[in-house]
């Protein structure tokens, strides 16, 4: 039994969905806090239950059988974030799974200014010490945030953000295909902590205002400002202030290098080449 947890979020979701392709249904098993939403894919064969990363008994159950587990990270930030982490890693232990895989980051550090990279090497720390064989998926940046980095330069033609650096924008159908085969069959590649799986290049704020350009037919035109006018900018259209801190956070983290370079591990995994954040602006930016 291979349980996935976060299997109604985007890239839970997808995972599955590529395990499907890999392996019966009657193996696969989601751990999700709505089992409702999940009900499409027990009509599939695939087992469903309720899993709570506060609620270790409700994961006891969800991990029940399970051989590995698929531990994707919270969408939250902090103790919040690392405490459900560590409780789902203790889980899978206890019931028994060979393997505890983890949805990290390439920018993993207990340092950065972005807050989940914090999180992520104390998720890694606790990876560490459960004794359970693991794999930590380094995965690249979502390429699905340049598009909400983007915002409303579209219809307004700039790109204001502060000063930047080079990202490893990646797909998340690649990130979920290489969670997929990491469940399915797994390599030494993939023991412990992975190469960084990001897409083939690197681009940066300007980089994403001239794709933008393209796929739009007009000019956006990058425009950098602090990183203070930036955040007050965000509050002042309505964006609570944790969120503000976090995407500041982000920029200044991009400015150390934690998002890049990029690396062909991910590409070799898939056995073909992965897909350009170009690709997924076009999907991403209406006609």
Known sequence: MIVVTGANGRLGRLVVEKLLDRVPAEEIGVSVRDPDR?????????RVRRGDFTDPASLAHAFEDASKVLVVSADAVGETAVGGH????????AAGAKRVLYTSHMGADPSSPFPPMPDHAATEQDLQRSGVPFTSLRNGFYAASAAMLLGAAVETGELVAPEDGPVAWTAHADLAEAAALALADGTDELDGFTPALTAAETVDMAGIAEIASRITGRTIRRVVVSDA???SGLVGHGVPEP??????GLFAASRQGAFAPADPALARLLGRPTVPVEDVLRAAIPA
Not at 243 to 248: C, G
């Open 38 to 46: 999940a009900r499409a894919f027990e009509e599939r064969g695939v």
């Open 86 to 93: 560590r409780t789902a890693i203790e889980s899978a232990a």
């Open 229 to 231: 006018d930036y955040r």
């Open 243 to 248: 969120a503000a801190d976090l995407l500041v």
